[in-house]
Nanobody, 123 residues
Framework: QVQLVESGGGLVQPGGSLRLSCAASGRTFSTYAMGWFRQAPGNERILVAA???????YYADSVKGRFTISKDNAKNTVYLQMNSLKSEDTAVYYCACRRVAGWSIPTSDYDYWGQGTQVTVSS
C-alpha cells in the first residue's frame, strides 16, 4: 500500500510560480512511475506531467516549458515546479503512483492517488 499526500497549492497571480510536493509513504516508490494530474470544474482529470523510475519525463503540451517534474528517491517525494502560471492552470492537482516503472496517460493506469491540492491562478 502507498499513501500519497500533496502540498504546496494555493492562490497565485498570473505569471507567478508554485511548487507542489507529493510525499509517499508505505512502500518505496523509487521503482514506480509517478504522475501529476489536474482536474478543473466540469472537466476530466488529465495527466500534466509524469516521471518514470529512470527519470524520463512526460509533459502535456499545455505545460511544456513551464512545468518541471522531479523526484527525490531518498525522501520518497515527487515535485511539480510550475512557472509562468496562467488562469487556465487553475484546477485541483493530484499526485498518482503507478506500480510499474513506466508512466502512462490514462488515469485508470494509476494505482494510488493523493487527496488533491487546489491551485488557483487569479489576479
Amino acid at each position: 500500500q502507498v499513501q500519497l499526500v500533496e502540498s504546496g497549492g494555493g492562490l497565485v497571480q498570473p505569471g507567478g510560480s508554485l511548487r507542489l510536493s507529493c510525499a509517499a509513504s508505505g512502500r518505496t516508490f523509487s521503482t514506480y512511475a509517478m504522475g501529476w494530474f489536474r482536474q478543473a470544474p466540469g472537466n476530466e482529470r488529465i495527466l500534466v506531467a509524469a516521471i518514470n523510475w529512470g527519470g524520463n519525463t512526460y509533459y502535456a503540451d499545455s505545460v511544456k516549458g513551464r512545468f518541471t517534474i522531479s523526484k527525490d528517491n531518498a525522501k520518497n517525494t515527487v515535485y511539480l515546479q510550475m512557472n509562468s502560471l496562467k488562469s487556465e492552470d487553475t484546477a485541483v492537482y493530484y499526485c498518482a503512483c503507478r506500480r510499474v516503472a513506466g508512466w502512462s496517460i490514462p488515469t485508470s493506469d494509476y494505482d494510488y492517488w493523493g487527496q488533491g491540492t487546489q491551485v488557483t491562478v487569479s489576479s
